[in-house]
């Protein structure tokens, strides 16, 4: 199947900080990923969605201005989290279909994000 | 937008018995329907898909079952084992559209006993 990997697998930051994860596609090219986050025992809940070389789009109730998605190329999306605090403690898992949205969807490892 | 509906939330079964999860789903444009294992700490690995073309999937030990008129979907796995244990989620999407986002239900913890 498709390979899709993300870095850093955990990372711990102080409030306030800025936290930058990468997902990448290694063995395809995804114009479209998709970025969701992931509470302890509960599901999976979609952010926003990375387009590339236009905007992203993000979920109701998910503020643009604190995710922060750049999709720059066909095989990379990065999703900065600004001004971290505890409260955006979770697991982020970013997914990309191997042909633009029409295809099967691979996930990435995810990334563990502590906010102390 | 799609809402997706996800039962049981846990489900205890011995091995060798079977476990049926279902999941309902509100949007009838929706057409693609995949179901998800995820492994504590892990990523959700696709263990089968249906679309809304056909009724039913069979992969080995694993089914899924569409019921495009009622708006549900069913997996079936039958001579559970215990490495069958793990979350369960449904997802639903319209893969026509530009986007093809997943929409997941709330998720099922499956439990086998040995």
């Known amino acids: 199947g498709a390979v899709v990997s993300q870095h850093p697998s955990r990372v711990i930051c102080k409030s306030g900080t800025s936290v930058k994860i990468e997902c990448r596609s290694l063995?395809?090219?995804?114009?479209?990923m998709f970025w969701y986050r992931q509470f302890p025992k509960k599901s999976l809940m979609l952010m926003a969605t990375s387009n590339e070389g236009s905007k992203a789009t993000y979920e109701q109730g998910v503020e643009k201005d604190k995710f922060l998605i750049n999709h720059a190329s066909l095989t990379l999306s990065t999703l900065t989290v600004t001004s971290a605090h505890p409260e955006d403690s979770s697991f982020y898992i970013c997914?990309?279909?191997?042909?633009?949205?029409?295809?099967?969807?691979?996930f990435g490892p995810g990334t563990r994000l502590l906010v102390l | 937008g799609e809402n997706v509906e996800q039962h049981p939330s846990t489900l205890s079964v011995q091995e060798g018995d079977s476990a049926v999860i279902k999941c309902t789903y509100s949007d009838s444009a929706s057409n693609y329907f995949p179901w998800y294992k995820q492994e504590l700490g892990k990523r959700p690995q696709l263990i089968i898909d249906i679309r809304s073309n056909v009724g039913e999937k069979k992969d080995q030990r694993i089914a899924v079952t569409l019921n495009k008129t009622a708006k549900h979907f069913s997996l079936h796995i039958t001579e559970t084992q215990p490495e069958d244990s793990a979350v369960y989620f449904c997802a639903a999407s319209i893969s026509s559209s530009n986007t093809g986002k997943l929409i997941f239900g709330q998720g099922t913890t499956l439990q086998v006993k040995p």
């Open positions: 997914s990309a279909p191997r042909r633009g949205g029409q295809e099967t969807q691979y």
């Open positions: 063995d395809f090219q995804a114009t479209t």
